[in-house]
């Protein structure tokens, strides 16, 4: 009975972690694609730091600044839940001058503080610079309640590490090894579908051409 509980919280964790892991993506791709300048800034921060002749690696992620920037205003713009998990009060409390009775069942709003203009700056703008200049210091562990994409507290996301680790690996090996296109002349549809995670409404349909040379991918010339 043990084993299976920590089979099944294994599951979740790694389920919850790839499904919001996969959404981020999509909508990052679509974002660099929308915004070609920043992606070319990324690609350039690539080549300083990794070049033309090898893969990116785990320990490339720390000099990677710009991208983690890209990833935080990707998640601020498109949280991957748009609500955060339920939470209930077990006792009656007042909060911002609000009464809440026990028993109360609450979500935060996690979309509308990620683009409260109290606090950001053009909110519907994707700016990944505000990362590395006004908002240098936030983060997503929690800590930072104006950017919180994996919750906070000890109903944090337990899969906030993986998800966010890999995020990085995957999204600088993919504008790393692959130039995007967009096949219309057309702006990417940024509509997003209702649901648990925020997807988007229609699929990303991108054409990919390699801009590595070929022994980068394992293939011989």
Known sequence: MFLQSHQNNLTAIFVAATD???????????????NPLVLKKAQQELENYVGRDRKVEESDMNNLVYL???IKET?????????SVPHESTED???????VPKGTRLFVNIWKIHHDPQIWTDPFEFR????????KE???????????????????????????EAMQLILASLIHGFEFQNPSNEQIDMTESPGLTSQKATPLELLVAPRLLPHVYGVLA
């Open 20 to 34: 919001t892991t996969t959404v981020t993506l999509t909508w990052a791709l679509a974002l660099l694609v929308n």
């Open 68 to 70: 983690q920037a890209i």
């Open 75 to 83: 998640m601020r713009l498109y949280p991957a839940a748009a609500l």
């Open 93 to 99: 409390c007042i909060v911002g001058g609000h009464t």
């Open 128 to 135: 990944p610079e505000r990362f590395l200049t006004t908002k």
């Open 138 to 164: 936030i983060n997503v562990k929690g800590q930072h309640f104006e950017l919180i994409p994996f919750g906070s507290g000890r109903r944090i996301c337990p899969g906030i590490s993986f998800a966010f």
